[in-house]
């Protein structure tokens, strides 16, 4: 099988398409311990099973357990979010298209010089990675790196004492939050019509986007409700406000017990030129900010958004947060006046 054959398989696998694979090759696959083999050859026919994935560190700490449900691939560990799926496919694909290129050390006592002693070892280095697929697994011990840093790795499975040096990089994301959906929406400023931003114990402050055909930019956001009408602000912060949604990603997520007993420190709501809303009430717990996220209107995004955020509350980068949070006294040009 090529490798566009068996990339073909992984992406049809991971997009939740199954009964797919060409039957002619199933038994032309057998195991081998040849140079140039793949070294996973036996999970190849089951390509299409694959249901499961457990990576495991040092101490057999389990860093993430990612399973399919209902055609979607989640993680278990943060309550059955969306995973990402091209995470996921880049890990499946480097696995089971690795073929062996050097057979390196079977002997224990030199494992660590490769990274690929037993992940029960309290100071392992490397990364196990199971595969679960119609009722078995395969599992493989990902080491260092080899002497082509971004093209080969030093591996081991972890019944074998062979060690290998294969053909693909095999990149293990060392972080759960690594396999995380991260992006939740992307709204630039031009799709926005009105933004209420209301800080703790102060005045909530209403931002419109105003279009001036007269002007090189066609369009500004405006303070509307200035304690002084007479007072100057700095456009720069408004357009942080503004654009605070573009690219929009979260950093981790959480159960909804994380914010109980404690105050939002902001509550801000942007309205979309479609009649789209969408409200972020955060939270500044010891510098970690969150935010609960309701959403509501006709766009495409709001259902998915909607299934992400039911019962949880998103950990937000702090640029996102600092970026929406502004009151009016933040926005406006510092005089002489205010510094005396």
């Known amino acids: ?98 073929r062996m290129l050097e057979e390196k050390t079977s ?48 591996v081991r499975e972890p019944d074998a004492a062979t060690t290998w040096l294969v053909d693909q990089k095999i990149d293990v994301k060392h972080e759960l939050t690594h396999w995380l959906e991260k992006d939740l929406f992307s709204i630039e400023p031009e799709q926005i019509t009105q933004v209420a931003v209301t800080v703790a114990d102060s005045a909530t402050m209403l931002i419109e986007h105003q279009h001036d055909t007269n002007t090189p930019e066609g369009s500004h956001f405006k303070v509307t409700n200035l304690s002084d009408p007479r007072a100057q602000v700095v456009d720069a912060e408004l357009q942080q406000i503004s654009n605070a949604l573009s690219s929009f990603q979260l950093l981790d997520v959480a159960t909804r017990e994380i914010i109980a007993g404690h105050s939002a420190s902001l509550n801000i709501e942007y309205q979309l030129n479609d009649g789209s809303v969408i409200a972020l009430e955060a939270y500044d717990l010891d510098g970690q900010r969150y935010a609960v996220i309701n959403v509501s209107g006709p766009a495409e995004f709001v259902t998915r958004v909607q299934e992400k955020s039911q019962g949880r509350v998103f950990k937000l980068p702090n640029v996102s947060y600092e970026a929406m949070f502004k009151r009016e006294e933040d926005v406006l040009v510092i005089t002489e006046d205010m510094l005396n």
């Open 107 to 154: 002997n224990p006592d030199l494992y660590a010089r490769l990274g690929v002693e037993a992940i029960s070892h309290a100071d392992a280095q490397g990364m196990q990675v199971t595969l679960y697929y119609a009722d078995q697994s395969a599992a493989l011990i990902i080491g260092n790196p080899g002497p082509q840093l971004n093209k080969n790795r030093y």
């Open 1 to 98: 099988m090529n490798s566009k054959s068996l990339l073909a398989l992984i992406l049809l696998t991971l997009l939740g398409v199954g009964g797919y694979y060409i039957s002619s090759q199933q038994n032309s696959i057998n195991r081998s311990a040849s140079i140039g083999e793949v070294l996973l050859a036996d999970v190849l026919p089951h390509v299409n099973s694959i249901e499961k994935i457990i990576i495991t560190g040092a101490g057999n700490t389990t860093v993430v357990t990612l399973h399919k449900q209902g055609g979607t691939w989640q993680v278990a560990e943060r309550d059955n979010y969306p995973a990402e799926i091209a995470t996921i496919r880049s890990l499946v694909v480097a696995l089971l298209e690795a």
